[in-house]
């Protein structure tokens, strides 16, 4: 077999042009294409599923975390009012002091969708990005393809909200994965659960970690020993805002995302697991004796493939002593929370009582012009990326990158060259929290 061939070049049609091309419509993406509108760009998101929210939807990862520390509210702005909506239409509580918020992933998607298409957005729905077009370093046209084919729309500047760096990689600039990833989860929704007895696993974070059933987990790790119960956390389960209906944290495996042929067996592992381990609760555990499979999601839940290689890397330290950043976009306050791809424990796991600070430089791939991501891809080293990966960051990051490529357009920069301090006036009147009393009241205190 030859190891390559050469494709016949072919005319691409140019179907549309615009100011900013989102491309993936996770939390990120979602609040970078809602924040890139309002600011007056004709902005097309670009989304492989038919409907956005990323892994909060078609994973079912439904714990959005975290807007809070100890009670004081570190995430503002758009991703804030994205939340009050989704709470306004009966699918989000809000009223956790760790800032842990609850989502019903579809409430999340009807919420967001609603919000993208309030804010001017054009959706662009079952179409996987495919490619660029750059010359200089200035991405000129993005290249998708969907049921209409292999189509280009010009753009003026592009976010890459992917997960997996797919704009950064296209554009031939340097991205890096570490020797070791997170392992990925199958996540699940179970109907018929006795969820009165199962109370006690509902509370709110207590010093940042979620309530597990010592109980529950203990039984399992002993029937893991045993060979009978596959590679697992938690279990973390959230009740799922009607009775008897819960949702499950629980399968682990390790996988790389971005190999296609690894990931796919990974989908197919995880599924005969997902089913084995509903037998093994049903059996063990009182609670779940009539439990039911109500949905899993439509992919395994990926925590971690390729980063991209920045202007700043977000390092442990810049989480532990948090830095007054000039650019700062987006705050973080979760535990450093790295799951083990070979045991049922957290790896590197330190608890945070104050938010940090996250640089839009983190977002902005080293030898970019007109592109800047926002979302798990962000250049952080391993325990960095442990805490900033959750979704309320990443959509912070997202009003940060949207906002900062629609000004880019608009004033003729580039993303190297972005004028900080238009770009926080920007945020600061749109209600995002780019303060730094996180590192001015705390001084001293380390
Ligand atoms: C099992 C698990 C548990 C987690 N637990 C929590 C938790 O408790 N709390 C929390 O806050 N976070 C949690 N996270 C982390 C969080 O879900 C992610 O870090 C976050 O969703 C990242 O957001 P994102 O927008 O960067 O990427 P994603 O959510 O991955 O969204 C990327 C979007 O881009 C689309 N896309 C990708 N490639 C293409 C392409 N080529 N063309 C078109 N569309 C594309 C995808 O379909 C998707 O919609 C968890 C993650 C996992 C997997």
Redesign the pocket.
Known sequence: MTSSIMEPARETPVVGSFDVIV???????VIAAVAAARSGARTLL????GF?????T??L?T????FRVDGRQHIGGIPLELMRLAAELGGAELERDSG?WPVNDEIFKLAAQRMLLDAGVTLLLH????DVVAADGRISHVIVQNKAGRVAYACEAVVD????A?VVRAAGLPTTKGDVLQP??L?FQLGGVDTDALQYVFGDAVDGI?PVSESIRARLAELHEAGEVPLFGGP?INSFFHDGLVSI?VLREPTDASDPEWFSRTETNLREKMHALIEVLRREFPEFRDAWLAKSGIQT???ETHHIVGLYELVKDDILHPKAFPDTVAKGA?TIDVHHTDSIDQNDFVILRRPYNVPFRSLVPQGSENLVT????LCADGPGFGSV????T?MAM?QGAGSAAALAVQHGLSMSDMDFEMLRRTLIEADAIVDFDNVAALAGKD
């Open positions: 491309a993936g419509g996770g939390p990120a993406g670009i989304e492989r599923y956005v929210g990323g892994m909060a078609s994973a990862v714990p959005i975390s975290e842990n179409t996987w990005f495919a909200c992917t997960g997996d797919d990925a989860t996540w979620l973390w944290n839940g990926v925590r979760h926002a979302g798990r891809c990966r959750v979704m309320a990443c997202g």
